[in-house]
């Protein structure tokens, strides 16, 4: 029963009052202890290399340093397309200044497309060194994919050196606390990428299937860089056995992503296959540029249109596209092509032009699959008669059998610091399509991003 006081009042309300402050403040109590709980919680999606003490947890780790991989080649904007697009495989139909700029030679420091690709390149180090440590640690028996985290590490210091210009920094993101990188010249880049790759073959030396793979990736990737080192006798030792028909590939799906060379190329229409005949009227001529869309070779079928009916992101470039890869077609990140040219190049070096032409000629007689392309047989090469021209017909074969997988820049550079021509002789020269002239670039910049390290001052310089 409610008590009256002497006013009329009932006590019950003060007293109920007294019990809700109370209540209210352990309620705000509790309210903070949760905030602080929920605050303080671990996010799940971090994963510190200290934490990776099961073999299960290293794997995990591999799988990622290989994602990463694929993002540097046909998974992503890369290399691969943009080292395309400053040589001359592709052409710009984006309306992207980065992509014009490249396309023109003329690349800023703060291009964000060669920031990302950059970033990319060193991750794949950075994680493929995690996992190294971690498989070592609790998975030493999984030699071959050991051996695969060599090979993305040293591929990518293969690629930067290929691509990039002289001073790269090299750091080491797993020291406590990470180690700034000291600029490297390409050939010390180069050195670096083939003790990696050294390392990877120690590894991939077992009978099994996976190791089989991984010795023949391993030796074709050791052997690029031995030619980019001058080494061509060691180059063709590298390669030889190795089936035509091998191949190691990064696959795409719809849980794993397309194929961005098909996704920027063909869907997107961001790159327009390139040409020695610019602008829509097809009037204007780029000197030493290979004619990819107008050559109508059979390992690289092309569509160039000759209305606005198929224009390119621009809304104005008559888009040349290719079939060459569907959204989930593999990319060849090294296979038995590449060993062959790789013998011809060593061949023709050595003086042994028979070689050279056989090698060349029994490809284009049987060749192989290139993406979604099956090549018909190509009639017999004939000896040009002259060593520059034999060089010159090397690398042009070479330039179709290996489009757009991430060689035809470094081979160019090859041609200046290797055989003697000029940049001028090399490179697209003249008046580009989208206004102005071609620049001087022969390479990519290391980016702004990388002058927050006190030991960049930025490119050492920008020679082939």
Not at 368 to 373: R, S
Not at 426 to 441: C, I, L, M, R, T
């Amino acid at each position: 029963m409610t008590k009256i006081n002497s006013t009329g009042r009932s006590t019950m309300p003060r007293r109920l009052g007294t019990g809700l402050t109370l209540a209210l403040a352990m309620s705000a109590t509790a309210c903070q202890e949760a905030n602080k709980q929920f605050l303080q919680v671990t996010d799940p999606d971090i994963i510190n290399p200290s934490d990776v003490v099961s073999p299960e947890a290293a794997v995990a780790v591999a799988n990622g340093a290989i994602g990463t991989f694929r993002s540097t080649t046909g998974a992503g904007e890369s290399t691969w397309l943009f080292g395309g697009l400053l040589a001359d495989e592709w052409s710009t139909s984006s309306t992207f200044i980065q992509n014009d700029e490249t396309d023109q030679r003329q690349i800023q420091e703060f291009n964000g497309s060669v920031t990302g690709m950059l970033r990319n390149l060193y991750r794949v180090r950075t994680r493929a060194d995690q996992a190294v440590t971690a498989l070592k640690a609790v998975r030493p028996d999984a030699r071959a994919l050991i051996a695969e985290m060599y090979l993305a590490r040293g591929y990518s210091e293969m690629q930067l050196a290929s691509d990039f210009c002289n001073g790269v920094p090299i750091g080491n993101g797993n020291a406590t606390p990470p180690e700034d990188g000291v600029p490297k010249s390409n050939q010390e880049l180069f050195a670096i990428a083939a003790a990696s790759l050294d390392s990877g073959l120690t590894f991939a030396n077992g009978t099994d299937a996976a190791s089989v793979l991984m010795n023949r990736t391993l030796r074709v990737v050791r052997a690029r860089v031995a030619l980019a080192r001058g080494d061509f006798a060691g180059a063709g030792t590298l390669v030889t056995g190795i089936p035509t028909a091998f191949q190691y590939q990064h696959t795409f799906s719809a849980n794993a992503g397309t194929n961005t060379i098909w996704g920027q190329g063909l869907s997107s229409r961001r790159y327009s296959v390139g040409d020695s005949a610019e602008g829509n009227a097809r009037l204007i001529t780029v000197r030493n540029a290979i004619p990819f869309a107008s050559a109508r070779d059979p390992r690289l079928p092309v569509v160039t249109p000759t209305s606005g009916s198929v224009n390119g992101q621009d809304g104005l470039t008559y888009t040349r596209t290719t079939t060459m890869w569907g959204q989930f077609s593999a990319v060849d990140v090294a296979n038995g092509v590449d060993a062959r040219l790789i013998e011809a190049e060593a061949a023709l070096k050595a003086g042994n032009v028979t070689s050279w032409l056989a090698i060349h000629n029994a490809l284009r007689a049987a060749p192989p699959k290139l993406g979604e392309i099956q090549p018909a047989a190509m009639t017999a090469l004939v000896d040009p008669g002259t060593e520059a021209s034999r060089v010159s017909l090397h690398f042009r074969e070479k330039a179709f059998w290996t489009f757009s997988r991430g060689q035809r820049l470094g081979d160019m550079r090859r041609l200046v610091r290797q055989y003697g021509r000029t940049v001028d002789n090399v490179f697209p020269q003249g008046v580009h399509y989208k206004g102005g002239n071609y620049g001087a670039d022969v390479n990519l910049p290391v980016v702004t991003d990388e002058r927050n390290n006190p030991n960049f001052k930025g490119c050492t310089d920008r020679l082939p």
